[in-house]
């Protein structure tokens, strides 16, 4: 049973565009969604994160918009830059401390 | 100044052998997690130690055990090996106070088993 989806296993991007990454969820009990940067042979990298109280974060280039109602979750990059080239995973989790549910990943290529 | 460092990187053995992987944090966190991703790339939480204390422990099998000596590390030893325990593990640490569950990943170890 995947409580976290990602049904977008690829995403091709030109560099300066926007990258739209996107995530869905089956849970309701899910208080936190995490956005996770991995490289090859590396583990995954914190990037944002976002609660359910909210329905927006920003970081710089980086925006997590979350539509509870729809059980979906996207992660906003822009402009999109050729070292954000990695898979995106989305992951979910009730309060701390507790296990994250990820999602299956998105690999985002970024190109010239 | 590692954050979460972990031993071996790379770890390759023979069905029936035991084999352990050691996980450190240097983040003053209390919380250390062991997840495993799979050849479908899924990451699974598998085990996880608050204050030297169990907290989750998934469905896995009991050759799996971990071992959390003090707050700062998180061992898991695994007991005659199987081909279905080739994947990479991966450490994370966390405060337990954190308000977004913020969890921080080793580099993981690719476990072979041959």
């Known amino acids: 049973d995947q409580q976290v989806k990602q049904n977008s296993p690829s995403l091709s991007v030109q560099e300066g565009r926007i990258s739209i990454l996107n995530c869905d969820y089956t849970n309701s009990m899910f208080d936190y969604f995490l956005w996770y940067k991995k490289y090859p042979a590396e583990g995954p990298t914190f990037l944002i994160s976002?609660?359910?109280?909210?329905d927006k974060n920003e970081d710089g280039r980086f925006t997590v918009f979350l539509n509870k109602s729809a059980k979906h979750l996207s992660l906003h990059i822009v402009p999109s830059q050729p070292g954000d080239s990695a898979v995106y995973f989305c992951?979910?989790?009730?309060?701390?401390?507790?296990?994250?549910?990820f999602g299956t990943g998105t690999r985002l290529q970024v190109f010239p | 100044d590692t954050a979460v460092s972990q031993t071996p990187k790379y770890l390759v053995t023979q069905m029936g052998n035991d084999k352990s992987i050691k996980c450190e944090q240097n983040?003053?966190?209390?919380?250390m997690y062991w997840y495993k991703q799979d050849s479908k790339k899924f990451l699974k939480i598998m085990f996880s130690y608050n204050n030297k204390e169990l907290i989750i422990n998934e469905t896995v099998p009991n050759r799996f055990s971990p071992k959390s000596p003090d707050k700062a590390h998180l061992n898991l030893h695994i007991n005659s090996l199987e081909l279905g325990d080739s994947a990479v593990y991966f450490c994370a640490s966390s405060h337990a106070s954190d308000y977004y569950n913020e969890q921080f990943f080793g580099p993981g170890t690719r476990l072979t088993v041959l």
């Open positions: 983040l003053g966190h209390d919380t």
């Open positions: 992951a979910a989790s009730r309060s701390a401390p507790d296990k994250l549910i």
């Open positions: 976002i609660s359910s109280i909210k």
